[in-house]
């Protein structure tokens, strides 16, 4: 009989159960929400990116369907043939509005913008300066480019500068960090970043994941944020996090965009959206710039369960944005944490090594805009209860 030559799969995986670390995918049968079934039971979702409750708003819907209705429901084509649909190029001249920049460029998912831009615009003869805690599709990026990676310590500008300091004068140099890191919630030093880029002639780039629709004037991000504007040569952002569908995008220079067109590979070997995503992107930058209200209470809602788990004694790390970690070290004792939560009908995951450190593992939370105050109170009680029951406040 042949022996599964996979077999050390499941043994890793024992392995993994043996640590407490071994998770299976909870289940939503309903819609993301602030509160979904999940697993088959009704909790406060604590654990989305939804920051502005975008994912199930009646106007996205209603674009979505239209566009359904109108151009179907695929693309057929990768976007150098024949997949790109009008609605495509309106998205990017839209974002690039947003984004005060010359032009814009959509890939399929924040992952493969970010993947498929530092892979594209680098080569082997090149070097990364990269923050330790940057997002995996930059270092998959960086990887992908095999251009030499120089990492400095987290947020730390001057180990930075040591670093680019003593680079040869010749090699191309990108300077890239996350605008908001996400599993921390706090944020790249973007002003000293840029005067360093400036200074050493580096290429300076910033994933905005999760800082789109969050962060700056109606959303615009963290270059807005900390006023930076024409100090970034290469902003990240996604559609798939507070703008509630699926994508990411770049925004930059016409030439900057250009290239990626004609270079970055996820835009060139893999179909584009269909329409109805970009369908309800469009919708989504709109409602930014009609509603800003909304992300005021998502920070209102920030605020409000910030402050409650740290009366309640809770470590929250260093967060600045509404994505608040609850570290606990340990890692089977952060899954330990999101298990009972659960229990206690809260739904915040765990997160452990590889994702984060292995003595910092933790509960990682979200709100949203949409969480009523009730839901989180319910939410601030389950973790104080829990929190004593395992000693950690
Ligand atoms: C910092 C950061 N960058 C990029 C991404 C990828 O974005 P997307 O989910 O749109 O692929 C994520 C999402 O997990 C992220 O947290």
New binding site residues.
């Given amino acids: 009989m042949r022996t599964d030559p996979l077999a050390y799969l499941a043994a890793e995986l024992d392995s993994l159960g043996a640590q407490g670390l071994r998770r299976s995918l909870r289940e939503l049968t309903g819609e993301q929400a602030h509160r979904s079934v999940v697993d088959g039971r009704s909790v406060v979702n604590l654990s989305s990116?939804n920051y502005l409750g975008l994912t199930n708003h009646p106007s996205l819907k209603a674009r979505a369907i239209d566009a359904i209705e109108r151009l179907g429901v695929g693309s057929g084509s990768v976007r150098t043939i024949a997949g790109t649909m009008a609605i495509h190029t309106e998205l990017e001249r839209r974002l690039a509005d947003f984004k005060q920049v010359e032009a814009v460029v959509v890939f399929?998912?924040?992952?493969?913008?970010?993947a498929g831009t530092v892979s594209s615009i680098l080569t082997k003869e090149d070097i990364v300066i990269s923050d330790e805690l940057?997002?995996?599709?930059?270092i998959d990026g960086c990887r992908l480019s095999r251009a030499t990676i120089k990492v400095f310590p987290h947020k730390d500008v001057d180990a930075a500068r040591a670093i680019v300091r003593d680079l040869p004068a010749g090699p191309r140099k990108l300077l890239i960090t996350?605008?908001?890191?996400?599993m921390d919630g706090d944020l790249g030093p973007l002003p000293a970043l840029c005067a360093l880029a400036e200074e050493y002639g580096c290429i300076m780039m910033v994933?905005d994941?999760?800082a789109s629709g969050v962060f700056g004037r109606n959303g615009r991000g963290t270059v807005d944020h900390f006023g930076v504007h024409g100090r970034v040569d290469v902003q990240?952002g996604?559609?798939?996090?507070a703008v509630g569908a699926?994508?990411?995008y770049v925004a930059g220079s016409r030439a900057l965009i250009d290239f990626l067109h004609h270079r970055a590979r996820p835009f060139l070997f893999s179909t584009s959206h269909p329409p109805a995503v970009a369908a309800a992107c469009l919708a989504a930058i709109e409602l930014l710039l009609a509603e800003p209200q909304l992300i005021e209470r998502l920070w209102d809602n920030t605020r409000f369960f910030q402050a409650g788990l740290k009366t309640l004694g809770f470590d929250t790390g260093l967060s600045e944005s509404p994505i608040t970690p609850v570290i606990v070290g340990d890692g089977a004792k952060a899954m330990q944490l999101s298990d009972r939560l659960f229990a206690e009908g809260v739904f915040a995951q765990g997160i452990a090594f590889p994702t984060v450190a292995r003595d910092r593992a933790r509960v990682r939370t979200i709100v949203t805009a949409t969480h009523t105050r009730d839901e989180l109170q319910f939410a601030l009680d389950a973790f104080g209860k829990v929190g004593r029951e395992l000693g950690l406040v």
């Fill in positions: 990116n399929q998912s924040g992952f493969t913008a970010n940057n997002h995996a599709s930059i996350d605008g908001v890191f996400s994933d994941a999760h990240v996604t559609l798939s996090k699926l994508g990411g």
